[in-house]
């Protein structure tokens, strides 16, 4: 897609990648429900995009109205891994889809994982110890869910590096905006990423246990809730889902305290700050910026009717930081701040992330053990941006550690 010139939203603009919000207030401010050039809806203010989420539209592209971005956004080749997933599909399929993994992600099943999830930051924050400077993406802000999810799904030790790799490019395909070039990456990836899960889902058929993926194997098989192709995207799904957006989480929350050090300093003098503390950092930089759904009939906001058949871009990034719901401070962070539990970045209604508790408990652990065991933490280097639009947040961070 051509971006055209003097765009309210225009995410290739100069800083964009290290800086949005910019961008999401003079929407906010001039026309928060706006129809764009190039053939979408953004929504950005906070109670808009709650509405939005909470509707029940549908997600699927393939309700969008004939057009030009229709033939943009709808794949000419079948349908890929994200798109047979719970993620992508509306009810009764959402349904089915999501009733099949939900008991594994109940608040109670997820706290017993504290103790392994304890475990698992402390031996990285070992490693970085004796590093003393390193990458906290590659040493704590990735290994950590990966190895969670990896576990949850009952998958053995593989090549680690190209997973990351391929669904780093394969979560592209949530942008608005691609060239042919990405286009392209991305359809590899999701074929490799495919062919990776398909034989994962073989394995486990012979290697049953107790977990996620034995009983997806075993519904499908069984009571033949599932095809093959839909196993295969719901692995999918949950394998890059389970640890892309968590990474963004600790590293973008780790990002905000050090640049907010009176606020580094009272989540370590006050440990009990650190369940609302997550809230505040999914607020203040959402892991998961924009997520998206598709008018089957005519949807009204702030006066303005949303045609069927619309693209329709509800802003999370946006939302959470509206000075109408969250005050003049919005840009702020405060970890004590009692609205920050109102944040949307787990989207709401039918889609609300079904991992929220589980991110919520990683970022908890992660970053509150990391700041008590290196009161030194600080920045190594410079932080480098991933240039992602929706899934924002560092791909490199050097930070410097020294034990207490």
Not at 164 to 187: C, H, K, P
Not at 231 to 250: D, P, S
Not at 276 to 294: H, I, K
Request: charged share 25%.
């Amino acid at each position: 897609m051509t971006m055209p010139d003097e765009l309210l939203y225009n995410p290739f603009a100069p800083g964009y990648f290290n800086d949005p919000y910019a961008q999401y207030k003079v929407l906010r401010d001039e026309d928060p429900v706006h129809q764009h050039p190039l053939g979408f809806w953004f929504v950005s203010r906070h109670d808009d995009v709650a509405a939005l989420l909470r509707a029940g539209l549908s997600v699927e592209v393939r309700n969008l109205a004939p057009g030009e971005f229709r033939d943009q956004v709808v794949p000419e080749e079948g349908r890929g891994a994200l798109d047979l997933s719970m993620l992508d599909r509306d009810p009764p399929d959402h349904t089915r889809l999501r009733s099949l993994v939900t008991k594994v992600f109940t608040r109670r099943r997820v706290a017993a994982l504290r103790p392994r999830i304890e475990q698992l930051v402390d031996a990285a924050l070992d490693r970085m110890a004796e590093k003393g400077d390193c990458d906290l993406v590659e040493e704590l802000a990735f290994p950590l869910p990966f190895a969670v999810i990896s576990e949850m799904l009952g998958i053995p030790e593989g090549d680690h590096a190209r997973i990351r790799e391929l669904s780093g490019t394969l979560v592209r395909s949530l942008e608005i905006v691609a060239d042919d070039e990405t286009v392209n990456a991305i359809a590899a990836a999701d074929a490799e990423l495919t062919a990776i899960a398909a034989d994962l889902v073989e394995w486990k058929r012979g290697n049953p246990g107790e977990d996620l993926l034995t009983d997806l194997v075993q519904a499908e098989h069984e009571g033949q809730v599932l095809d093959r192709d839909e196993l295969v995207a719901q692995v999918v799904l949950l394998y890059v889902a389970g640890h892309e957006t968590t990474v963004n989480l600790i590293a973008n929350g780790v990002n905000a305290l050090l640049r907010n050090p009176d606020q580094l300093a009272a989540l370590r003098d006050r440990p009990e700050l650190e369940a609302n503390a997550v809230e505040e950092f999914l607020r203040y930089d959402s892991p998961v910026q924009q997520t998206r759904r598709v008018t089957t009939e005519p949807f009204t906001l702030r006066d303005k009717e949303i045609p069927a058949g619309s693209f329709v871009i509800a802003c999370l990034g946006s939302a959470n930081r509206d000075e109408r719901f969250y005050g003049s401070d919005a840009d702020q962070l405060r970890l004590d701040r009692p609205e920050a539990r109102h944040q949307v970045s787990f989207g709401a209604g039918p889609h609300h992330c079904l991992g929220a508790a589980l991110a919520r408990l990683e970022g908890e652990v992660a970053i509150g053990r990391l700041v008590r065991r290196f009161p030194d933490l600080g920045f190594a280097g410079a932080l480098e941006w991933n240039g992602r639009i929706n899934l924002h947040g560092p791909a490199t961070f050097p930070v410097t550690v020294h034990s207490a």
